[in-house]
């Protein structure tokens, strides 16, 4: 049967003609909170192994061209730009996410968005406008796209869409064109299994890298006269997605991660360290730990890692450092970590559950419990936990202030922090190359 596609411009009008002043309050203080969550993505991301293949793609295959790149004093052509920032954006896992896509909406255009914001010097208003922008039509793009499949194809597969719109927005296109662009974007867009990455952790993680050069190079093409008709999101079947634009906003609804490994690790990492901090008890002390959880999370990893990656894609490795630590930031998952012999005892301590009530609710809530049996026979129960930073926890600035500080504390100085904080939050009308370019200077 033939597809219907039904176009009513209501997407691309949202895409090429929202501005600033048309929204919320709340979406515009959110878009600020967003920018600073990404940036601290793509300043730790700078300091691993996904960047520096990425800076060294970009070096090899994409070099000619004057646009900077977070992280490095090295300049490209857009393409490489997008390259070596794409390999950053997910490279540690810091990055916020929406439960019902359940994946990283913000890390799948960033690169994109920022590249060509910097290529077309844009404000940083300008590149706050594009941010929602992106946010809006990836997440519905990723709704979408899952129920069509009916197959978890995560962040890479909607975020080639919302890297063609952002790139189309900020270098102008027509209506025609951008159409053609999130055709061309959606059509090659790559079928991330993340299921498999979950299972069988490495750099391949959520693709984010493989759909931002897809929907950048939808975007090239569509300027060299390719063309391509027809998208997910313009089946009559979708519509609702679609007329929600400039009156529902999903930003409002993203989640944002205190800790450096996937989301569904962090309920058991935070009732681990709360309990710990409640009962000032020290590892040596653990003789068993049961994690009570929804049950794709009990398939993520267990293996002790022998890569940041696996010790990401994780469940075991990040319990096991919260409760040796306290916490998991970059320190507990960069490779001179993962020989912590302390931490590998106490992974094999610990016994993961599924628990049916809590897979109920699943993705809608992600909850989790554990018990910790001491050695003298004491046993804590935590409560049930949600991850911190869910949406009705409603993140604001002070919050992702606090998180700014905490995560890039071991890469930059006091005031390095308290300078990048105030260009993020003080000035919408600078160049948002101004904000870029004072990192790098660091």
């Known amino acids: 049967m033939k597809i ?48 520096r293949v990425g800076t060294s793609m970009a070096r090899n295959y994409y070099k000619s061209g004057n ?29 916020d996410g929406h439960n019902m896509i359940k994946g990283h909406p913000g890390t799948s255009f960033i690169a994109g968005l920022l590249a060509s914001a910097l290529k077309e010097n844009l404000t940083y208003r300008e590149y706050l406008t594009t941010l929602v922008i992106s946010y809006e039509i990836s997440i519905r793009a990723g709704l979408a796209i899952q129920n069509y499949y009916n197959f978890l194809h995560s962040t890479g597969t909607y975020g080639a869409v919302g890297t063609a719109a952002a790139i189309a927005r900020n270098m102008h296109f027509t209506e025609r064109q951008l159409n053609t662009a999130l055709s061309i974007a959606e059509f090659h867009a790559p079928l991330t299994p993340v299921m498999h990455s979950v299972e069988y952790p490495s750099m391949n993680k959520d693709g984010v890298p493989f759909g931002a050069l897809v929907g950048a190079e939808a975007a090239l093409e569509t300027l060299e006269g390719s063309t391509g008709v027809g998208y997910v999101l313009e089946l009559p079947e979708y519509q609702t997605l679609v007329n929600s634009l400039g009156k529902e906003y999903e930003i409002l609804n993203l989640y944002f991660k205190p800790y450096t490994c996937c989301r569904w690790a962090h309920q058991p990492v935070k009732a681990c360290i709360d309990l710990k901090e409640a009962n000032k008890f020290e590892s040596s002390d653990v003789a068993c730990v049961k994690v009570h959880t929804f049950e794709p999370a009990a398939r993520l990893s267990k293996i002790i890692p022998e890569s940041t990656d696996e010790a990401q894609y994780n469940i075991a490795w990040p319990v096991a450092s919260a409760i040796v630590h306290g916490d998991v930031g970059i320190n507990e998952v960069l490779e001179p970590a993962l020989n912590n012999k302390e931490v590998q005892n106490v992974m094999s301590k610990l016994e993961f559950v599924v628990d049916s009530d809590l897979d109920a609710k699943f993705p809608a809530k992600r909850q989790a419990w554990v018990e910790v049996e001491l050695k003298d026979g004491t046993v804590l129960t935590s409560d ?14 002070n919050w992702i202030t606090l998180k700014f500080m905490k995560r890039t504390k071991p890469v930059l100085s006091e005031s390095q922090q308290k300078n990048l904080l105030r260009l993020l939050t003080e000035n919408l009308d600078i160049p948002v190359a101004k904000i870029v370019n004072t990192l790098n200077d660091f």
């Open 67 to 95: 646009t900077p790149v977070v992280g490095t004093k090295e300049k490209f052509g857009l393409l490489g730009a997008i390259v070596a920032m794409s390999h950053a954006s997910n490279s540690f896992d810091i990055d």
């Open 4 to 51: 219907k596609f039904q176009n009513n411009h209501i997407i691309e009008k949202f895409i090429l003609t929202t501005k600033w002043e048309d929204f919320p309050k709340e979406v515009q203080d959110r878009a600020v909170v967003c920018s600073i969550d990404l940036l601290i993505a793509l300043i730790l991301g700078s300091h691993g192994k996904q960047f």
């Open 384 to 397: 049930i936990y949600e991850a911190p930073g869910e949406k009705e926890d409603h993140v604001d600035l």
